[in-house]
Every structure is written in structure tokens, then in C-alpha cells.
């Protein structure tokens, strides 16, 4: 069956895969895999409303490695399984860490990749995960991308519809840069959606600075909640919350961090200090300030 011809055009590519993805194998057999969680702030009060836990990998050195070097490999291989497997159940373990420390109220946002949540078998795994923990599903927010929720409606809708049955609840992740129809929004039944970055430093920039307004409209009149992400400078906070958008996460509040710093690291009461009395509305203003919690 293996032509030479065919052993010559594969070969490289396939040892070359075959390493790096062997370096995941590794790291998930070392229990090299961690989480980092970002909060995220009600911009009215200030005070944090959740959490959304983002992978990493710890090298051999003690380093962190982002997501962007070894998720789209996972996903690729679908090694995003058993790796995602172990960031839910990591999840869950901060969620009740976050519970001992008196935030049960926080929510706890988890992403998910289209391999994961188009697959029965590796959601009813999630699920024995969630019951096992104990945590109680409504804490438990999935974000799942656009570009995601998209790909198969059926399988997407029926799976997601499990995780909504236990009262979690769902967001749309990087909203507005894929290409989801209104009805099929309606249909999925999100909770929330997550204004895309992109949009949020787009504020105050010609064409796209309009996005991140129609978003916020969009989503007061479909009762969706609505949340910015990347959000760097008090300006854009200042915007944000003068066009009534409920929440926010980014490195203006706080970047992401470890559970232990979260959780002993005295936070300020709010995220937002410099919001007293009415919310500014306006033209967006140029000057950035600098991020208040590294
Ligand atoms: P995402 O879900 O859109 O996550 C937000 C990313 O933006 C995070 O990068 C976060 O650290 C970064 N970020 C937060 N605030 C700011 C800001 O103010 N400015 C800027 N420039 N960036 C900000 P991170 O942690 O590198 O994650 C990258 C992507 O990797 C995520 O994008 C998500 O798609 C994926 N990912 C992360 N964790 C997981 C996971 O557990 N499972 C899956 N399937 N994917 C994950
Ligand atoms: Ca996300
Ligand atoms: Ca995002």
C-alpha cells in the first residue's frame, strides 16, 4: 500500500508532526499542564464576575507556553481530547479552590474547542468530569468561538444543549469575526457573547470602531449579556461602560493569573476605581492609560 511515491510526499511532514506532538504527549504524562484564570469585571462595580481559565504548558524549564504553540496542534491531532480532558478537570479544581476562598458566586468560563463539543463521547467525559468534581454545572460557563459554533449546528446544539441542561451556561467566543446568523444565534440558546478584541482595539479607528456598538446593541435586544475581551486602557473601559456594555476582561484589569495569586494575592475590591457617578458617553478618547494590574 506504501508507494515510495507516497512515502517521499509524507514522510517529513509526518516525522516532523510526530515530534512536536510527542512533546504534548510528554507534558500530559509529566502533568506539565496548568491553568491560568483572567477575570472578569462588571463595569459597573468594578467587582469580579468570573473567571476564564486559559491553558498552558510548563517546559521543561519551568517556562509557561502559551496556548497559540500547542492548541491548534492538539486540535489538529486531536490530542485536544485527552488534553482537554485534563484542562476541564483543572477547571473544575480552581472552580472549587475558588469556592473555599468565598468566590462560589464567580463564574467559571472554560473554552472549548469544535473537536471537543462535536463529539458525544468526549462530552459525556466532560460531564463525568463536572459531577465528579462536585462544582455545580451553573458556575460553569463554555466558550465555544464563532468559527466553532458554526461548523455542524446539529451536533453543536445537541451538545451544548447537555452542558444547558445542567444549568451551565454558554458564550460565543471572538463574536464577530466568523459569519453566525442571527437565527442560528437564537437557536444555539448563548448566553452571552464575547466581543472580539480585535474590535475593542479597533475603538476610535475608522471603520471597524462601529463593531463593538453593534455588538452591545445587538445583545440588549436579543437579551444576550455581552462581554469585551482585550480590553487594555482605561479608555476603552471608559467607553465600554459608557455604552452600557455589563462586563469586561483584559490586561487594563488584570492579566491572566495563577489560582494561588488569585486567590492570596488581595485584589482590590474593584478592578475599577475611577468609576464614580454617571459613565461617560462620548467620542473615543486617543490617550491610553497604563494597565493597572500586571
Ligand atoms: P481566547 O479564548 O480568545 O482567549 C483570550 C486570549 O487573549 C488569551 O490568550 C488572553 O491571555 C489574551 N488576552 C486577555 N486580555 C488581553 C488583553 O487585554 N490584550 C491582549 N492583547 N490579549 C489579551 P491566551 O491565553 O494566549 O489564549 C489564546 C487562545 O488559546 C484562546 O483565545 C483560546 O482560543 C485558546 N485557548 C486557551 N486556553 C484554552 C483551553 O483550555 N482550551 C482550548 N480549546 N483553547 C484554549
Ligand atoms: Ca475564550
Ligand atoms: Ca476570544
Known amino acids: 500500500m506504501n508507494t515510495p511515491c507516497l512515502k517521499r510526499r509524507f514522510r517529513f511532514p509526518q516525522r516532523q508532526e510526530r515530534l512536536r506532538l ?13 491553568i491560568v484564570l483572567q477575570p472578569q469585571v462588571d ?11 486559559l491553558a498552558r504548558l510548563v517546559d521543561p524549564s519551568g517556562a509557561l507556553v502559551s496556548p497559540a504553540e500547542f492548541v491548534p496542534l492538539a486540535e489538529r491531532t486531536f490530542f485536544i481530547r485527552p488534553l482537554g480532558r485534563r484542562l476541564f478537570a483543572l477547571s473544575c479544581a480552581a472552580a472549587n479552590r475558588l469556592a473555599e476562598a468565598g468566590h462560589e458566586d464567580w463564574r467559571v468560563a472554560i473554552n472549548l474547542s469544535a473537536v471537543q463539543i462535536a463529539d458525544p463521547a468526549e462530552v459525556s467525559a466532560l460531564l463525568a468530569i463536572l459531577a465528579e468534581s462536585g462544582v455545580d454545572p451553573r458556575r460553569i460557563e463554555v466558550e465555544l468561538t464563532e468559527s466553532a459554533a458554526i461548523r455542524s449546528f446539529a451536533k453543536v446544539h445537541g451538545q451544548l444543549q447537555r452542558f444547558r441542561a445542567l444549568g451551565a451556561t454558554v458564550a460565543i467566543d471572538d463574536f464577530g469575526t466568523g459569519f453566525c446568523s442571527l437565527t442560528y444565534l437564537l437557536e444555539l440558546e448563548v448566553d452571552r457573547l464575547k466581543i472580539d478584541r480585535l474590535f475593542i482595539a479597533a475603538l476610535g479607528r475608522g471603520s471597524r470602531s462601529g463593531l463593538a456598538e453593534t455588538v452591545i446593541e445587538l445583545g440588549r435586544k436579543l437579551s444576550l449579556e455581552v462581554i469585551a475581551e482585550g480590553v487594555e486602557t482605561e479608555a476603552e473601559a471608559n467607553w465600554l461602560r459608557g455604552h452600557l456594555c455589563p462586563s469586561a476582561q483584559g490586561y487594563y484589569f488584570s492579566r491572566p493569573l495563577a489560582l494561588e495569586q488569585l486567590i492570596g494575592g488581595g ?3 474593584s478592578l475599577m476605581p475611577h468609576f464614580t457617578g454617571a459613565p461617560p458617553v462620548g467620542p473615543f478618547p486617543r490617550a491610553a ?3 493597572m494590574i500586571h
Not at 510527542?22 to 496548568?34: H, I, S, T, Y
Not at 463595569?43 to 481559565?53: K, W
Open 22 to 34: 510527542a512533546d504534548l504527549e510528554r507534558a500530559l504524562a509529566q502533568d506539565r499542564v496548568a
Open 267 to 269: 485584589l482590590p475590591h
Open 43 to 53: 463595569l459597573v462595580t468594578g467587582g469580579i464576575v468570573g473567571v476564564e481559565t
Open 289 to 291: 492609560a497604563a494597565p
